[in-house]
């Protein structure tokens, strides 16, 4: 029960971060697909999740996958309304975290 607590708290100051990193880069709010304000992220009941994205090297004269092991780290976000998916560099996001440290010493 109290690890939930933790949990839930661990979430919201993680929301409340990403909310103000898209904030001071100018993220639209608004749902380029169907104009809803409501977003979130499947499966996990935050708005926002840090995942991994696979991101294949091309190279081989017909196109073809030279490494298959390579992966970006992503956040994802959802619209609720009609399900558009949104992607942002966890990279980007990182380094304006590191930023914010050395700014406030305010991380999460
Ligand atoms: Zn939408």
């Known amino acids: 029960m109290e690890q939930q607590m933790e949990d839930k708290d ?5 929301i409340a971060k990403l ?11 608004i749902c380029d697909a169907c104009g ?5 992220v499947a ?8 995942t ?22 992503v956040i994802v976000t959802a619209c609720q309304n009609c399900g558009f998916v949104r992607l ?7 380094q304006w975290q590191a930023q914010k440290v050395m700014e406030e010493g305010d991380g999460v």
Request: net charge negative; no cysteine.
């Open 10 to 14: 661990d979430e919201a100051k993680r």
């Open 19 to 29: 909310t103000e990193f898209f904030g001071e880069r100018g993220v639209k709010e």
């Open 36 to 40: 809803h304000l409501d977003w979130t």
């Open 43 to 50: 499966p996990m009941t935050s708005l926002f999740a840090l």
């Open 52 to 73: 991994m994205f696979p991101v294949p090297r091309l190279g081989g004269k017909d196109g073809s996958v030279l490494d298959g092991r390579h992966f970006q780290p």
């Open 88 to 94: 942002f560099s966890g990279t980007v996001y990182s």
